[in-house]
């Protein structure tokens, strides 16, 4: 729902609270957190690891939180996945809400029940799927998102486009991102199409049996990457689609001028399509990715713009397929 | 199921299994694990922490265990506890199943798919709800199962008995726990008859908002003062079953003479009823109960032997009540 996170208090009794949210978003907005008892952690997804859970752990004790307690997770992509992580296993679950501060969080991470932590480099390894009980939009934590922030969140606006939107990728190319920026319903009814996509999708296959595996387009190579070089999630995985977009001519027949079209709108919104790096290495993290399935990785082709379908790729072929690249 | 753990190879693929077992019992057993990528964390309730839970992540890795992998944990509760918990978020969730090893297993821990971890003295403040996929029941594994482990474990059926079961209660009165070592049937007919009556409470009421609550008996205090004074669990719930019965006397009526057939039937099962300890101390631990709600403690107290129930004691009258005890 969209409001001010001030309402809070309508929805959730206010003494039950504990916030969770990182440096970055307390100090730039600490007046939105007076009075409430509030967790705050290191910014970073660096920090989205066991020994910040660790932390929140003993803060829940400290505030002796019990299963009354509601949590909410007010940040970006790391807080709500960590805040959701948390509130899934302390006491064996408590309530969990979502108010997400980025376009990254707002249109994706905070959407579909996903939560978890990273383990050294593997990502997401350590989770669970539970629903937030509810998701509030309040815009104005925008006006302090630095620009790399809005690069970052639209790479998977792209990516619900490749997936599942020609209509979404062609109103895309016809705009900046300057554009969202400025014109505040231009980018609210373009989250709130990405919100749409994404909950279609989590509503028909929570647990990823099937659909859902769709939205990890350019996830697979953009994980065995991202934390080793230390990239935002939006620049890794964009690198990772233009990868799995080489990847679709070869298997799934993708025009190469769709590929094309692909990588031009990654690099309009401002969005890296490549770079050095070491190969061997990536795959060896790509091993632990979490759609490798015995010898084989669920990957995510793409057979058009708009329509993806997962290949199971044998593990010997994937890696001549990377080194290839 | 009853069998050998030689059977586990037919119920899941052998290579996609992974075993989390004690140093204790891979030492007494080391030929059941022969063939099988084995976990052995080192035995006891103070490694039931997160520490151990991050070396099973990393032993998981270095496995490569994927969402096809079958974690089995062959041992007692603190085995399939921690078993179950890194079951439960290593990749969002792999399947579990349980080869419990102990009285304590096999009648309680492992049935009815609470998993979970201590954070310091804490009983099972983080964990999850979920069930296995089987529990197998191999016999042979009570061979080299200590004395003291069996007075451990009959705590639990001690328990059972108080909150549902009078016929148990006549039946455990009328033996001594030497018969049930000695006579295997008369041993698998009381497993059985535990198993049905904590499977029957858990089908009914899962995520404990009613019913499953009565299976706490004893454990309010108990869990205070199991870490802080390193008790065994059964002894710890013993001590906290006399101090619920003598509490009932006062809120419930429970007749005198029944706290006192209790007292006696642990004793005769060597369990202690009593002991010195610090009862501020105490109180401060089991604030964080998971059965606090608010400013009250959901205690689970007896009308008469067989019939349990919840009662919501403040926690200003709770702590009177320890002080006095």
Redesign the interface.
């Known amino acids: 729902m969209d409001g001010t996170m001030s309402a809070i208090g309508d929805i959730v009794h206010r003494d039950k609270i504990i916030i969770i949210t990182d440096a970055d978003v307390y100090g730039l907005h600490q007046d939105k957190f007076a009075g409430y008892s509030t967790i705050v952690i290191p910014a970073g997804e660096q920090y989205k690891q066991?020994a910040t859970v660790?932390s929140i752990?003993?803060q829940l004790?400290r505030y002796?939180a019990?299963?009354?307690t509601f949590i909410i997770g007010v940040g970006g992509g790391v807080v709500t996945d960590i805040a959701g992580y948390a509130a899934?296993?302390?006491?064996?679950?408590l309530s969990v809400g979502f108010v997400p501060t980025t376009i990254l969080a707002q249109t994706d991470a905070a959407v579909g029940g996903?939560n978890?932590i990273d383990?050294g480099i593997?990502k997401?390894?350590?989770?669970?799927?539970r629903q937030p009980e509810f998701i509030l939009y309040d815009y104005s934590f925008l006006q302090t998102l630095p620009w790399e922030q809005w690069v970052n969140g639209f790479a998977e606006v792209i990516k619900h486009a490749c997936i599942k939107d020609t209509h979404l990728f062609d109103f895309l190319e016809k705009h900046q991102l300057k554009d969202f920026r400025s014109n505040k319903s231009l980018l609210a009814e373009t989250i709130e199409r990405n919100v749409v996509i994404k909950s279609e999708i989590v509503e028909q296959d929570e647990f990823e049996q099937g659909e859902r595996k769709l939205l990890n387009f350019g996830h697979t190579l953009g994980h065995a990457i991202e934390n080793e070089y230390q990239l935002l999630h939006g620049h890794a995985i964009s690198i990772g689609m233009v990868a799995a977009a080489v990847i679709s001519e070869k298997i799934k027949g993708l025009p190469a001028s769709q590929t094309e079209r692909i990588s031009r709108l990654l690099q309009q919104y401002h969005l890296p399509i490549a770079m050095e790096y070491n190969k061997q290495q990536a795959f060896e993290v790509l091993?632990?990715d979490?759609k490798?399935?015995?010898q084989g990785m669920n990957f995510v082709l793409l057979e058009e713009i708009g329509k993806a379908t997962v290949t199971n790729i044998p593990m010997i072929q994937l890696e001549q397929i990377i080194q290839a690249l």
Chains 1, 2 share one sequence.
């Open positions: 066991q660790d752990m003993q004790i002796e019990d299963r009354k899934a296993v302390y006491m064996r679950g996903k978890g383990v593997y997401n390894l350590v989770g669970t799927i091993k632990m979490k490798r399935s015995g």
